[in-house]
Each structure stands twice: as structure tokens, then as C-alpha cells.
């Protein structure tokens, strides 16, 4: 039985914006490619604590309300798959904001392409304006390929430490337009990683995270049309909502040489083998449908062409899991852990889906799908010394019905195979890695997807 949520009401979170801008000397070589032009070297920091999400059907944009929120500290240690330490961020003093979207700034970019049509300087207390839309003045020309990649870093290492460095040739190599990362731990650390890597829009990432320190994050080279982090609070309409491990966030382009957006959203879903940590997947796997019922629905800031990423830790093929429906809450959650009200209706009635998957797929809940996609041998495994597919790319449905009429080809890059290149696989850059690149960089392989829309 499937069940989908209400529409969402107005809500409170936590809003907090900030812009960076630094001059960045352009030192990429040249690349032979005519896939994409790169980015110009500035970069506009897209860093928030909580933005808010347009109920459905409701307006996109509207002015911000603020008061003030107070949390006491706590911490909790989360015995997971990844030996994962959970600890709740003191959001004391921290402004509140009722509002509907992104709350940032953006600094105009212009690429070899032109001016950028879709930036525009958002602050704190103004009222956003919506971009990328076709009266903006984008092309109807045919639209160029866009490289996406998901991939769980396992934290961005010390500049100029072994693992930093892999990263950047790993990021080097493939030259995506867009990176979505899981286990952003150091905010600073990512960003010299993005300046290494020649990414100059970003990091879409939350500066709090309710449980522990690893975060989301969305770094890129094409210019943000929106940037949003969804907390559970405004998920579930409940204030008091606490069920995310680390909160998602959405990052929404205009596809160069075309009026058509794209939204990327990240998540890390809860790694573990209690059933406390079975339970918490579920519940964020229910979180994540209604981010894609929100995006689904239009009228808002994200596109109805979206792509749900990230380490989902558990595998497509797997589920439900006993017992299934969830009627109650388990034994062993953080103190902290809070569920919305409107999860803890469905687990009083027909019950929570202990399957994932179930949430991200049935289209009452968005109808996503998942993109095959494997290394050159022909393993799906996402994660390293493991034979588990845990890293997803999944589509809406609308852009599956455009990936029919486009292209899209997948890889799961694995270094170790690079002598399999020989006329195999996405198109890389520059020289070869060595095969231990992967491994010393993370415990995970990036999942690479070339979407090329109609």
C-alpha cells in the first residue's frame, strides 16, 4: 500500500546566508574537448544553515520573517558501518526564517558562452526572484552534454596530503560540471579543494548538521540558478522535526545552449545494521520522496528534471526488510532524534516501508528511477573492498521521458581500470591515474553520469 504525504505547510528553520567572492588566477590547461566551456575563476559561496521549501501549489519566492531559535548541545555516539560519531550542532541565537527557498547570494559569472542571463544577488531579508526561466533570454539551441557525479569523498584531506591530492586528479580526470559529495567534513578543506579543482561555484552545504559532522555538499562550474538545504522541520511541517541524519541540499542549473534546469540533490542516508539505523534509512528515503514531490510539482525554485544522489547505503535490489511495515519506534535512536509529525502519523496507521528504495521509486512518492551504471569490468559495486552498489544516481520522471529523446551515459570510475580505457567508457582528461588513486582518496568510487537533454 502506498501513501503519500500532504502537502507540506509553511514552516519554520534556521536561515543563514553568506557570499564569498575571491579572485582565482586560471591556471587550467587546455582541454580538447568541445563538450563544455569551463567557468570562469571566481567563486560565489552558496553556504546555508536551513532554507525553506514553497508549499506546493504556493508561491515560489516571499519575503523572509524573522525571530530568533534556541537547542541545547548534545551528542551521541553512533556505532555505524563507518564508525560514524553522531552529535547535535547548538543552534542557539540562530535567526529563524518563515520563508520558501535559497537564501544566498550569487556573484554574476561569465563564461565563453556570455554573460550569465540567471544570476542575481539574493541576500538575507529580500525577496528572491526566480531565474532560468525562458522569458531570461536563455538559447534554444541544441543543448550540450553536462558530466554529474555523485561521490562519497570520505572527507577532503589536508591540503597537499596524500588524499587530498588524489581527490583533485580524481576530480581532475573527470572534469564534471556538477560534483555532489557526502562526508564534507571541513567546509575549508572542500574549498581548496574546489580551487584546486577548478570548481567556482559553491559549496552548497549546511553549516549545521543535527547528528554528527559529515555533511552534503554540491560543488560546480556551471552558475546556481537556486541553492536550497532541506531540513526535516520543513519536510514534515512539524517545528520540532529531527529525523534527518544529514540534511540534503539542492542545487538547480540551466543547461548551457538551452532554456532547460536541472536540480541535483544530494543525501547520505544512515549506514548501520541496527534496526535503529534500518529505521532511520526508511525515514530518509520518506524524506527524500517529498523533496522529489516537491520538486515534481513545479512552481518552485527546484526543476521537475531532478536528479536524487548520494550514498543511499543500502542497495536497489535489496528490501523490504523485516519487519515490514515499521509500526513503531525502535530501540536504540539518539536522544536528540525526533519524528515529524506527519511520519509518526503513517507509523501509527498503515505503517513505514522498512525498503528504501520503496520511497525514492513509488510514484506517489516522485516515481524516481535508478541509472545503471558500472565500472569498465562490469562491476556495479560503488564501494571500495566491497562487493555493495550503494552510490545512486536516480532521475524524475520527466527527465527519463527527456533522457529518451537525449543521451545519457553512465560510469562507475574506478582508477584501477584505466588500462581498460582503449575506446571504453566516458571520455576522461589528461594523463592516466594510477590504479591506487581510488583507494587513497576514498572508500568509494564516483558514479558519473553524461546527460544530454532534447
Not at 561569465?110 to 536563455?138: F, H, I, N, Q, Y
Not at 532547460?260 to 535503529?276: D, N, R, S
Request: with cysteine; aromatic share 4%.
Amino acid at each position: 500500500m502506498s501513501t503519500a504525504l500532504t502537502t507540506p505547510r509553511a514552516r519554520d528553520g534556521r536561515a543563514r546566508a553568506c557570499c564569498e567572492l575571491d579572485a582565482r588566477v586560471d591556471d587550467e590547461p587546455a582541454r580538447s574537448d568541445t563538450r563544455r566551456s569551463p567557468a570562469p575563476r571566481s567563486r560565489a559561496a552558496w553556504i546555508a544553515a536551513a532554507l525553506l521549501l514553497p508549499a506546493l501549489g504556493g508561491a515560489c519566492h516571499q519575503p523572509l520573517h524573522t525571530d530568533t531559535f534556541t537547542s541545547d548541545a548534545t551528542s551521541e555516539t553512533d556505532a555505524t558501518a563507518t564508525s560514524e560519531t553522531d552529535a547535535t550542532a547548538t543552534g542557539a541565537g540562530t535567526t529563524i526564517a518563515e520563508s520558501t527557498d535559497a537564501v544566498t547570494s550569487a556573484a554574476t559569472s561569465e563564461d565563453s558562452r556570455g554573460p550569465d542571463p540567471t544570476a542575481a544577488d539574493v541576500g538575507a531579508g529580500t525577496e528572491a526572484t526566480e531565474t532560468g526561466s525562458e522569458s531570461d533570454g536563455c538559447s534554444d539551441d541544441a543543448p550540450q552534454t553536462i558530466r554529474v557525479v555523485t561521490w562519497n569523498i570520505a572527507e577532503v584531506g589536508e591540503p597537499g596530503s596524500a588524499s587530498f591530492e588524489a581527490a583533485r586528479a580524481i576530480l581532475g580526470r573527470l572534469e564534471a560540471d556538477v560534483v555532489a559529495l557526502n562526508e564534507i567534513a571541513d567546509v575549508n578543506h572542500l574549498e581548496a579543494l574546489m580551487s584546486a579543482a577548478g570548481y567556482s561555484e559553491g559549496p552548497v552545504v549546511a553549516i549545521e548538521n543535527p547528528f554528527g559532522d559529515l555533511r552534503n555538499a554540491i560543488i560546480s562550474r556551471l552558475p546556481l540558478d537556486d541553492a536550497t538545504v532541506h531540513l526535516a522541520a520543513a519536510l514534515s511541517g512539524d517545528p520540532e522535526a529531527e529525523d534527518v541524519t544529514r540534511p540534503f541540499v539542492a542545487a538547480t542549473f540551466t543547461v548551457p545552449g538551452s532554456c532547460a534546469q536541472l536540480t541535483v540533490i544530494a543525501a547520505h542516508f544512515k549506514a548501520g545494521w541496527e534496526p535503529a539505523d534500518a529505521f532511520r534509512r526508511a525515514v530518509e528515503a520518506a524524506r527524500m520522496g517529498q523533496v522529489g514531490q516537491l520538486a515534481g510539482a513545479g512552481g518552485g525554485p527546484m526543476s521537475t528534471r531532478y536528479l536524487l544522489v548520494g550514498d543511499f547505503n543500502e542497495e536497489v535490489d535489496e528490501g523490504p526488510h523485516e519487519p515490514d511495515p515499521l509500526l513503531e519506534l525502535p530501540a536504540g535512536l539518539p536522544a536528540t532524534f525526533s519524528l515529524g509529525d506527519d511520519l509518526a502519523a503513517l507509523l501509527a496507521g498503515p505503517g513505514l516501508r522498512n525498503h528504501p528504495f520503496f520511497y525514492l521509486e513509488e510514484p506517489a512518492w516522485g516515481g524516481a528511477a535508478a541509472l545503471d551504471a558500472q565500472q569498465l569490468d562490469g562491476d556495479a559495486s560503488t564501494r571500495i573492498g566491497s562487493s555493495r552498489r550503494i552510490d545512486y544516481l536516480m532521475a524524475s520522471p520527466s527527465l527519463l521521458v527527456d533522457l529518451e529523446a537525449g543521451a545519457l551515459v553512465t560510469e562507475v570510475y574506478n582508477p584501477e581500470h584505466e588500462a581498460l580505457e582503449m575506446g571504453q567508457g566516458l571520455p576522461k582528461y589528461g594523463a592516466p591515474l594510477a590504479p591506487d588513486t581510488g583507494a587513497l582518496a576514498s572508500d568509494h568510487h564516483p558514479v558519473v553520469a553524461d546527460i544530454t537533454l532534447p
